[in-house]
């Protein structure tokens, strides 16, 4: 038997080694400097170019990519719907189709191309974010290098951990139900409690219903738990005195390099399509 322990654990990605927080305050500053563009080729480019980048400094998979983009692609569409038909008093503008009472101009075409464009690229960011950003090295860089205050920071972390693990509670209040539930043929209780496969659980509305309430009770008495807690463990005094962390988070000259790459991107873009 070949045994995994102490195997090479493959390289990680080139952003996953960059600071979350500064890789957070990059995604957040691209939709700020692409905030006037008006022609939509130099921002098709730079798609491209973040779609790019986002498979090889990321490692996002194509089919990830693909698909996250189809929410960001639906509201890209209707801004292309809106600017057609919304622009036609602007200077110089052209109309290129009518449809009744509505004029498309090819200004307002491009407009929104442009910023449906934009929006596509702002998606490519955040997916690429959401690659490498591990939630508590998240939390932890907001606190010692964005300067969060610890208590936001703490109520952050215990948010996620109660978030991570609603799936699972979920999955266990609904088994639970399903095992209580009552069998309409008392002769079949053996058969029903050792199935060939797994049982299909109930789906009507009240099943889901008792389930929801189930589990926002469970949720209260966990945060009420975790809440003591925390207490118990001097978080009214967090504010005092320096506190010891247990992964420390630094941003260094590559970090910086990151940010000016993204800001370089993003500025020369937004020079050319204003």
Same mark, same amino acid.
């Given at each position: 038997m070949r045994s995994d322990v102490g195997a090479a654990r493959p390289p990680l990605a080139v952003l996953a080694r960059r600071d979350p927080a500064v890789l957070l305050g990059a995604t957040l500053l691209v939709p700020v400097v692409l905030l006037r563009v008006r022609?939509?080729?130099p921002v098709l480019v730079l798609w491209c170019v973040a779609m790019v980048a986002a498979r090889v400094l990321a490692r996002v998979p194509w089919r990830r990519l693909a698909l996250g983009q189809l929410p960001f692609l639906g509201f890209g569409?209707?801004?292309v719907a809106v600017n057609a038909v919304t622009r036609g008093g602007?200077?110089?503008a052209?109309? &290129? +189709?009518?449809?009744?009472p509505l004029e498309i101009t090819d200004v307002g075409l491009r407009t929104? &191309? +442009?910023l449906a464009a934009r929006t596509l690229v702002v998606g490519v960011c955040a997916l690429a974010f959401l690659q490498v950003a591990e939630p508590g090295r998240l939390l932890g860089s907001l606190h010692q290098v964005a300067r969060l205050p610890i208590r936001p920071t703490v109520a952050l972390t215990a948010a996620h951990r109660l978030l991570e693990d609603l799936p699972a509670e979920w999955l266990t209040v609904r088994r639970a139900h399903a095992l209580r539930a009552p069998v309409p043929d008392p002769r079949r209780?053996?058969?029903a409690a050792i199935p060939a496969e797994a049982p299909r659980l109930p789906a009507s509305p009240s099943a889901l219903g008792r389930a929801?309430?189930?589990l926002l009770a469970t949720g209260i008495r966990r945060s009420e738990r975790m809440a003591v807690a925390l207490e118990s463990r001097a978080l009214g005094a967090l504010g005092r005195g320096e506190r010891t962390v247990w992964r420390p988070a630094r941003a260094d000259r590559w970090d910086a390099v990151v940010v000016l790459v993204v800001l370089l991107a993003c500025g020369v873009v937004a020079a050319l399509a204003t």
């Open positions: 022609e939509p080729e569409l209707s801004l602007e200077p110089l052209r109309v &290129v +189709a009518a449809l009744g929104g &191309v +442009a209780v053996v058969e929801s309430f189930a």
